[in-house]
């Protein structure tokens, strides 16, 4: 295995030999593990180490974070830490472990073991591979599952059967790294993971590590296979029961939201990023209604930004659509209905909406109007002599409009506006 760690990039190489130092020194056997070693072995570039030690996790991630003068966050409640390297590089550090787990979909008890112990608790033998760091042995591959041959076979298996009791999300994480690799759930582990799904498994395990598990795969870089994979196997009423299996429909507006996504990316760099995940769960919620949508909010415990994303799609799709549709409509307008929304909704609604000219509205808010700024201020107002009020935001709100509707080309374009628009309303209200 040495040969695959030479082919490494140099920081991660450094890491590891600092590492290396550290379990001299604590006198700690230590271990690259999990992912890690898999994607080492796939030639697939993976910037998170993950480190196993036979002692104390947590003192080893405190002396590996001062040598490397990193940041470093304390997992108490799993005994596990994390060390964050200036290059952004992310090093998980864990105490070697066993697992037994008490029910199904439980957390499970955890007591201090061996490095085979803690590879026996891993999900799948791809997974369950580890490789010294050790002065000793360094390089020492430890593979007592076969993931190694499995991986060449392109093979998914468990490392036991009731792996998916114990653990129901794992029936995600197959799926997961099923679609990502190309690879194909084996026979018998297959079998198993059909037994689990008719016991309802996932229906049993802690809501919020489903969640997590979903919005991991709804991050991978082609989704809508996993989407496609995960209705054609189980359907999504693990999420709720009115959903069941999405239809043709569903995935043509998956289809188009990915079109879109993928637009807006291209051509808005410099805008904030956006959380695609967010756009294919709106899709595949779509079937609920608002009440259901908010239920499944609560539930999964999503952050109160994301399910009021969540909701926003399925409240005002109806009525904005409309509104955009409406001819000689004027670009303030558009600006004033748009402006409200994340890019997330807007997206969506651009993507699933059958009017031409929505479309377009939509593409001119986010191509010219939403980029428009006013030149005066706050300031400007003042030396006019008007004092600080809610009036100052109205005016200003009423010069942008201005500008986006007729264009104002500059500050005392602006300014005159401005006059013209206080003269006008001194008038009316006098
Ligand atoms: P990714 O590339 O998506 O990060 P990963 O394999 O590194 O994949 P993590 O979720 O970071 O995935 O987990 C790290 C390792 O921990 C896995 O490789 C696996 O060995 C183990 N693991 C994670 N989740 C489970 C689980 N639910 N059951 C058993 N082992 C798990």
Redesign the pocket.
């Known amino acids: 295995m040495e040969r695959y760690l030479k082919q490494l990039p140099l920081e991660l190489q450094g890491i590891i030999l600092r590492a290396q130092e550290i379990s001299g020194r604590l006198d700690y056997k230590a271990y690259l ?4 070693v ?2 080492l072995i796939l030639g697939v570039p ?1 910037f ?1 180490v ?1 480190i196993v030690v036979e002692g104390e996790g947590l003192k080893f991630a405190e002396e590996l974070c001062k040598v490397l003068a990193g940041k470093l966050t304390r997992h108490r409640r799993f005994g596990t830490a994390t060390v964050v390297t200036h290059d952004k590089l992310k090093i998980d550090l864990a105490s070697a472990r066993k697992e037994t787990y008490s029910y199904p979909g439980a957390l499970p008890v955890v007591s201090p073991g061996n490095i085979e112990d803690d590879l026996f ?3 799948f033998t791809i ?2 591979m580890a490789i010294s760091i050790s002065y000793a042995d360094f390089g020492r591959f430890v593979d007592l599952f076969n993931g190694r041959d499995d991986l060449a076979h392109k093979r998914i298996r468990v490392l036991h059967d009731l792996s998916f009791m114990d ?1 129901p ?2 029936i995600l ?1 197959a799926i ?1 790294f099923e679609q990502r690799y190309g690879l194909k759930i084996e026979p018998h582990t297959y079998r198993l993971l059909t037994r689990a799904l008719k016991c309802n498994a996932l229906e049993k395990v802690d809501k919020q590590r489903i969640r997590d598990e979903v919005i ?1 795969a709804l991050k991978e870089k082609e989704p809508i296979k996993y989407i496609r994979r995960i209705n054609r196997l189980i359907g999504f009423s693990f999420i709720n029961p009115g959903l069941k299996k999405l239809k043709r429909h569903s995935f043509l507006h998956l289809k188009a939201a990915e079109k879109e996504i993928a637009w807006f990316r291209n051509k808005f760099v410099r805008k904030r990023t956006l959380d695609a995940w967010l756009i294919y769960l709106m899709v595949i919620l779509d079937k609920l209604n608002k009440r259901e949508i908010n239920l499944v909010c609560k539930r999964f415990a999503f952050r109160a930004g994301e399910a009021k994303r969540i909701i926003c799609y399925k409240s005002i799709f109806k009525d904005i659509d409309k509104q955009l549709n409406k001819k000689n409509i004027l670009p303030s307008r558009i600006y004033r209905l748009l402006e409200p929304l994340s890019y997330e909704v807007i997206i969506l609604i651009k993507a699933t909406t059958d009017k031409e000219r929505v479309k377009k509205h939509i593409a001119d808010f986010l191509n010219i109007y939403n980029g428009i700024r006013l030149y005066v201020t706050g300031e400007d107002l003042k030396n006019l002599g008007i004092e600080p009020s809610p009036y100052f935001k109205d005016i200003l709100a009423k010069t942008l409009y201005a500008k986006i509707d007729y264009g104002l080309a500059g500050k005392e374009d602006e300014l005159a506006f401005i006059r013209k628009f206080i003269k006008k309303n001194k008038r009316t209200l006098g």
């Open positions: 593990v999990g992912g890690f898999r994607d993976n998170d993950d608790r891993r999900d997974n369950a653990d999300t794992r994480r997961r991991l």
